[in-house]
């Protein structure tokens, strides 16, 4: 997959996609990396890339000259449109790992990072299909929303994870909050690993996870129950606890 990334920041990727998971990927090249400055393709005199709004008010909008010259750069380039142009905004989409499973299907996405109070309005009109949101709060920039955006993409894609640590395993994946996780020593502290891991029995133990996904789910988020597919044996646990709950007297 290619990213094209268009900031006026384009040092702060330098880190976070330079280490780890991502530092592979790129090596690897299932992933490309590319970013792009915007104020690169200012054509006025101090390289300015905002003004301020028509029809007044506080703050600095994004002016629409150096975007769509940059997006008549990548169609040179690409010899086309490019098929998804993502803007991070927090009125977009609300971003979620089945959106990032989805992308992670595409070969190219570019990612258009706004700043100061806003981007015009054309840009949007014009250029992107996809307006995205990674939470109900406001940042200075679209920079750190987008590595989230590409964090999550990335490692949906076939390879990224190495094969012990798949993807399919997740929270999320499968619309449940994942099980706990124990490591050695067996005992540190005083706290325990569950006596069940340290069996060797692996059908109890893929149910006992599958329990604690479920009884986490129910607990923390139990809206995400409504959306899940849940087999037989989840509604048993499921049932077998309401009926637990309802013997108790709860007046
Ligand atoms: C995205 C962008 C938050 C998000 C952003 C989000 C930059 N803040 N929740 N800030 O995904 C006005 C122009 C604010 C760019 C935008």
Not at 169 to 174: L, Q, R, T, V
Request: aromatic residues 8%; negative net charge.
């Amino acid at each position: 997959m290619k990213i094209d990334i268009l900031t006026l920041f384009p040092e702060m990727f330098e880190g976070p996609f330079s280490h780890s998971i991502l530092k592979r990927a790129r090596e690897k090249k299932l992933l490309q990396i590319n970013t792009i400055n915007i104020r690169d393709f200012s054509r006025n005199k101090h390289h300015t890339v905002d003004d301020t709004p028509y029809g007044g008010g506080a703050g600095m909008v994004m002016g629409p000259e150096p975007l769509f010259e940059c997006f008549d750069h990548l169609e040179k380039i690409y010899g086309g449109k490019p098929e998804r142009v993502i803007m991070m905004c927090p009125q977009g989409e609300p971003f979620s790992q089945a959106y990032a499973r989805e992308l992670a299907r595409e070969e190219h996405l570019v990612i258009v990072c706004g700043h100061y109070e806003g981007i015009d309005e054309r840009v949007r009109e014009a250029l992107v299909t996809d307006e995205i949101s990674i939470g109900d709060y406001v940042l200075t920039g679209g920079e750190l929303p987008a590595m989230v955006v590409v964090d999550a993409v990335a490692r949906m894609i076939p390879g990224v994870l190495g094969e012990a640590a798949s993807a399919e395993e997740d929270s999320f994946y499968h619309g449940l909050l994942e099980y706990p996780h124990y490591t050695k020593p067996r005992s540190y502290r005083g706290y325990e690993v569950p006596e069940i891991l340290l069996s060797g029995h692996h059908e109890n133990i893929r149910k006992w996870r599958r329990r604690q996904s479920l009884l986490r789910t129910l607990e923390r988020r139990p809206e995400l129950l409504q959306e899940v597919e849940l087999t037989k044996e989840d509604k048993k646990v499921l049932s077998e606890l309401l009926n637990l709950l309802q013997s108790l007297d709860l007046t």
